[in-house]
């Protein structure tokens, strides 16, 4: 007994000096962690600082307001309005919320209520493989298989229809039925964001105690009824979270949505060639120079504003779900 | 699982045993819902496979023997492979990971162990989320404007350091996930050993969490290496071998693709679609072992 007590004495005396040699590695150990996390704030500064000062000489030459509201995009001239860019850039993210958020949801719902259990894992990897896929795949599948059949079987058909009709036949009617243009990458977009959208609403749904389901069904209430009255109660907050988070990255895509955008310096119509901010900024970007390369920045800083304002809120909707 | 179990029975019941006094109107949207949602994840699974497939049958005629042996094709010329932009995306990733992994680790050490929930980790954590699901055209313009402009030309460490950044985050928010798993008994049995932090976090935390840390490292390689738009302003492309030079375009694969997917001859757009093929089966297995190897973590 007594000489295990002595050898817990010195084992602890050991320790204690290999501590009073260590320390210093334990302070630098302690500084590097702290450092690293320090980067990750820094990165974000430099984001901040290089857009603004990159975009400063564009917002100068027009003006903040002149800037966003102006619709001109003229090389030759140097005059260069982010307008066009600006509304092809909310016109295909609302597009693919509205195709895309539906679908989220269903699948959302088909994983964690409906779907039977042998069923349910496959289901699930498959729409995650669907995230993992890189965005040029999308922008690749969508301009050589996609787009012909968009021409074909949407286009043709609905200019026969609409032609001539004030108003409607000016949004739907698409000058150039090449399949290429908003809708088109709309709708590649919406495929984009389903993962997304999909697994997050799966994990919030999953995380609604099953007491609450189950006392519904109890109660003789039908799927729909519990999806309705427990469900999206529950969940609502974070799933309006999930759908900004999906909103975030339908606004940044970059590649999927230059191949198929049609790349226009002008927003006509819903199924017309127009441009989205990241697409105008890959397309020009290797080869602007002077004031060009600064309108680019200057795209790219309200690029930055819209993105990261949606996804702070998004952030802050799901984080608040997740305290309680 | 009982519940929904016993409500699918109900919905799908036998004509024999009516719905009672269910209203025609709460079965019928009952019946909506359920067909919506099979709809809706049958036109998701069928989309995936229809990516996959396209890309299976056109990737597979295009590859060849050449395509791992040769250089790119110059614009016109007959041939060509895609070996140098192969090899110059696998220094690429390799150099992005290898400077996010250290970063990625201590951040998420940091988050985990020392700052918890102090007012600064608490920052961190957020920022590193925003970071996340940052555009990465922005990630691009940033280094482009800090590194590729006062260098006065494209080079491959700005492409590296682009997909670093992309990286990092994935890698913090995954270690960061992983150590908190780790139960506290194990920390406060190394602590009561009399080892100092540094040495309980080296030896048992990140022991403990050494797989679900490298998933965090192999998603994270999976995120870059499709990474096209941040490359696109960085590392840019060439048409030649990878020189040991990172000063200047490096070849890549992600842009290689993208150029020649919309150039206007025969042999480029097969190129790109073998391209297509290879990067896709490149991640698609790289995040089936990363899923791998924490599935074997838990199941330990």
Known sequence: MAALVEKAMSGERQA?????????????????????????????????????????????????????TGSTWDINNDVYGAWPAIAGTLATALIALVIGVPISLGIAIFLTQLAPRWLKGPVASAVELLAAVPSIIYGMWGLFVFAPLVAAYLQTPLNRVVEGIPIV?????????????????????????????????????????????????????TT????RHVLVPQAGVSIIGAIMLGL??????????????????????????????????????????????????????????VTFSVLIVARLLIARVKVH | MTSTLQASSTSTAPATVPW?????????????????????TALGVFVLGWILAMLVVRGVSALSPRIVTAATPGPGSEGGGLANAMAGSLILTLLGILVATPIGVMAGTYLAEYGKRSR??????????????????????????VMVMPMGQYSGWAGAVALAIIATPVIVRTTEDMLRLVPNGLREAGAALGAPPSKVITTITWRAARSG?????????????????????TALNNQFWFSGDLMGGVANLPVTIYQFALSPYANWQELAWAGALIITTAILLLSVVARFVIKKDIAR
């Open chain 1, 16 to 68: 204690l000096n290999r501590r009073l040699s260590h320390g210093g590695f334990d302070r630098a150990f302690r500084w590097a962690s702290l450092a690293s996390a320090l980067i990750v704030l820094l990165v974000l500064a430099g984001i901040i600082a290089s857009m603004i000062v990159g975009g400063w000489p564009a917002f100068r030459e027009a003006g903040l307001f002149g800037f966003v």
């Open chain 1, 169 to 221: 036949g000016t949004v739907l009617y698409s000058r150039v039925p090449s399949g290429t243009g908003i809708m088109t990458a709309g709708i590649i977009l919406a495929i984009m964001i389903i993962p997304f959208v999909a697994s997050i609403t799966r994990d919030m749904l999953d995380q609604i105690p099953s007491v609450l389901r189950e006392s519904a069904y109890g109660i003789g209430c």
């Open chain 1, 224 to 227: 729909w009824e519990v999806v």
């Open chain 1, 248 to 305: 975030g990255r339908a606004l940044g895509e970059t590649m999927a949505v230059t191949f198929v955008v049609g790349n226009a310096n002008r927003l006509t119509a819903l199924f017309d060639p127009g441009s989205t901010i990241a697409s105008r900024i890959a397309n020009e970007f290797n080869e602007a120079l002077g004031l060009q390369l600064h309108a680019l920045i200057a795209l790219g800083c309200i690029l930055f504003l």
């Open chain 2, 20 to 40: 009672g006094r269910v209203r025609p109107g709460r079965r019928l949207a009952d019946r909506l819902l359920k067909g919506a949602c099979i709809a809706v």
């Open chain 2, 120 to 145: 600064l980790a608490e920052v961190v954590r957020f920022i590193n989320d925003i970071l996340l699901s940052a555009p990465s055209i922005l990630i691009g313009l940033f280094v482009y404007t």
């Open chain 2, 213 to 233: 840390m490298m998933t965090g490292i192999l998603l994270a390689t999976a995120r870059i290496a499709g990474e096209t738009a941040p490359l696109l302003f």
